[in-house]
């Protein structure tokens, strides 16, 4: 059973549809109580940075979450719910503190002649962990959809997955372990992205 964290998130149904296509089964749940059992989790996210702290700490996910992850089971944190993993966010002069898994913060794209802020559509990724278990029968330079302002710089850029450009080039993805994390949508990205889930599906 997957967990499917829900703190209000507005992508939450179209996660839960996507990982049910590709055959997961999928427990939708606000209590932190399913993750003692759940063999893998995943933590979806639309919206602000701080939103998802404030409703995380206030359904108790926060200190779960940590405990999850640190049991060594998968975890998969998308888009807002990749960059929760870092340590504090830019957006709206935040003062929520994120998980700290990582090392770093997430910062605004530049306001850049030609380029629109938010990123909304597709753009590609370039594989920097051919490895990585989530990218397995996925080709480099494969087009993914994005929907965001803001993205994680990691203190450490070893546990990068992918990179992207638009501007400047970011991490679009990150690994270590038993975590996994991407700013782009993959139950957005149509078939690439449904074999991104898929992969993720089957560690659990």
Not at 97 to 109: D, E, P, S, T, Y
Request: charged letters at 20%; glycine letters at 8%.
């Amino acid at each position: 059973m997957i967990a499917l964290l829900d703190y209000g998130s507005g992508n939450l149904r179209s996660v839960e549809k996507a990982l049910r296509k590709v055959g997961a089964d999928v427990l939708v749940t606000a209590s932190p109580k399913p993750l003692k059992d759940a063999r893998a989790a995943v933590l979806p996210g639309v919206g602000a940075f701080d939103d998802c702290i404030t409703a995380m700490e206030r359904q108790e996910l926060l200190q779960a979450v940590k405990q999850f992850i640190a049991s060594g089971r998968p975890f998969l944190g998308i888009c807002v719910g990749y960059q929760a993993l870092f340590e504090k966010s830019e957006e709206f002069n935040s003062c929520a503190a994120g998980l700290g898994l990582f090392k770093g913060r997430v910062i605004r794209f530049p306001d850049q002649p030609g380029l629109k802020v938010p990123q909304i559509g597709w753009n590609q990724i370039e594989i920097a962990q051919p490895a990585c278990p989530l990218f397995r029968d996925i080709k480099d330079r494969s087009y993914v959809y994005f929907v965001h302002s803001f993205y994680p710089v990691p203190a450490d850029g070893s546990i990068v997955a992918t990179w992207t450009e638009y501007g400047p080039k970011f991490a679009s993805s990150l690994w270590r372990d038993n975590v996994y994390a991407t700013q782009f949508h993959p139950e957005k990205s149509q078939e690439i992205g449904l074999t991104m889930l898929r992969n993720f599906a089957a560690l659990a």
